[in-house]
């Protein structure tokens, strides 16, 4: 599993953090998503097998909201391989 970080304009109310959680959980491969409304930060954990940086920004897009670009630093979709240990 890999996590990513995306940064997304304009969110300003439960219901848009709710809408673009909705969009993100859409994302096949996607595990896990949470969104920071103060920070307007989304971060989520997914397969990289089944999922892509552009497969995130583009359901964020069609949801209705913008995302910083590359260019601005705000996009993190981060290759950070997550350990999970069966007890």
């Given at each position: 599993?890999?996590?990513?970080?995306?940064?997304?304009?304009?969110?300003?109310?439960?219901?848009?953090?709710?809408?673009?959680?909705d969009a993100?959980l859409?994302?096949?491969?996607i595990?896990?998503?949470?969104?920071n409304?103060?920070?307007?930060?989304?971060?989520?954990?997914?397969?990289?097998?089944m999922?892509?940086s552009?497969?995130?920004?583009?359901?964020?897009?069609?949801?209705?909201f913008t995302?910083y670009?590359?260019?601005?630093?705000?996009?993190?979709?981060?290759?950070?391989?997550?350990?999970?240990?069966?007890?």
């Amino acid at each position: 599993m890999q996590s990513g970080t995306i940064m997304v304009k304009d969110m300003h109310s439960m219901r848009d953090a709710d809408t673009v959680l909705d969009a993100l959980l859409s994302v096949w491969g996607i595990d896990q998503a949470e969104i920071n409304l103060e920070k307007n930060e989304a971060v989520f954990t997914y397969d990289e097998r089944m999922a892509s940086s552009h497969d995130f920004q583009q359901a964020i897009i069609d949801s209705g909201f913008t995302i910083y670009s590359d260019d601005e630093n705000k996009l993190n979709v981060k290759e950070e391989n997550e350990s999970h240990e069966n007890m």
